[in-house]
């Protein structure tokens, strides 16, 4: 079975442009979550989304939105970009039915912002 | 708010060394805990959960008990290898009306050598 997927694998930007990165879940999960991990720090969340809509919004700034699709799926836009956007993405997917909260991430998006 | 903290790294150890690294955290509610492992250049994996108090999550060589009276989370091996170099992260979840994040501590970068 395929695993979380995601969209572009690098990403080179430069300050005040915009950016999407794409996400597709393991078949069958309808949530996805985003984080951001700055180098050498742990992730931080950013959002989560179940049938297409917002169940948690972490602390960062309105430049970030995200969106989820009918297929499930999920695109994170930033806008006006800065320095300090520069990390990797990751998304994760789960099964909202599970009790333990497992969540499976993607490879991640390595976004550099110059 | 939750907040999970690890021992700082790196950790470096030989090959046959016991490992462990330590992790408290900080939680409302009742979480599930959970490690997660990050090798160069990849997104995370999932190594080991608990849902409950004592409970004990393993796999591949790894252990964690779920000690609630003392909220910590501490991963163990007996004896490591050099495929175990990896950053490790702990991470707590919890349903509330904001969906289930995960906070993750810091990492901790674990280096076997031969």
């Known amino acids: 079975d395929a695993g979380v997927t995601q969209s572009p694998t690098h990403l080179i930007k430069t300050r005040g442009q915009q950016v999407t990165l794409r996400c597709s879940p393991i078949s069958g999960h309808k949530s996805v979550s985003w984080y951001q991990q700055v180098l050498g720090q742990g992730p931080q969340f950013i959002f989560q989304y179940y049938e297409k809509e917002e169940r948690g919004r972490g602390n960062f700034p309105d430049r970030f939105s995200a969106r989820q699709f009918p297929n499930y799926s999920s695109e994170l836009n930033v806008n006006a970009l800065l320095l300090g956007d520069s990390a990797l993405y990751l998304c994760?997917?789960?099964?909202?039915?599970?009790?333990?909260?497992?969540?499976?991430f993607g490879p991640g998006t390595r976004l550099t912002v110059t | 708010g939750d907040s999970v903290t690890q021992m700082e790294g790196p950790v470096t150890l030989s090959e046959e060394a016991f490992l462990t690294i330590n992790c408290t955290y900080t939680a409302t509610g009742y979480p599930s805990l959970f490690w997660y492992v990050q090798y160069p250049g990849e997104g995370l994996q999932l190594l080991l959960k608990?849902?409950?108090?004592?409970d004990k999550g393993s796999n591949k060589g790894f252990e964690a008990t779920y000690r609630k009276e003392t909220t910590s989370f501490h991963l163990e091996k007996g004896s490591v290898q050099v495929s175990d170099s990896a950053v490790y992260f702990c991470a707590l979840s919890t349903n509330n009306n904001a969906g289930n994040m995960l906070t993750f501590g810091g990492g901790t970068r674990l280096m076997v050598k031969p």
């Open positions: 608990a849902t409950k108090a004592d």
């Open positions: 994760a997917s789960s099964s909202q039915g599970s009790s333990s909260y497992e969540q499976y």
